[in-house]
């Protein structure tokens, strides 16, 4: 993946979750109800947080095959094969 792609996709994440937790929407959830026994709001929280990170590991897990330094080089530098 591109990087510039990549920090293109942060971004519009970082957008997104900033949303997510605006005290606006974070208001709509705060009502008295339960789900499960667990109150509505903190149901939301934990659902929109674990969706933050899932959505962040996927945009920065992806990478070219190979190592951290490129396809075909290995941790310290050197060439393969």
Not at 2 to 13: P, S, T
Not at 35 to 56: E, R
């Amino acid at each position: 993946m591109r990087q510039g792609l990549r920090g293109e996709r942060l971004v519009a994440l970082f957008i997104l979750a900033w949303l997510a937790f605006h005290p606006p929407i974070v208001t709509l959830f705060g009502v008295s109800a339960t789900v499960m026994g667990l109150p509505v709001l903190y149901l939301y929280l934990f659902a929109a947080w674990l969706c933050v990170i899932v959505l962040t590991g996927l945009v920065v897990g992806r990478g070219d095959a190979g190592g951290p330094d490129g396809p075909g080089e290995t941790a310290r530098g050197e060439r393969e094969g």
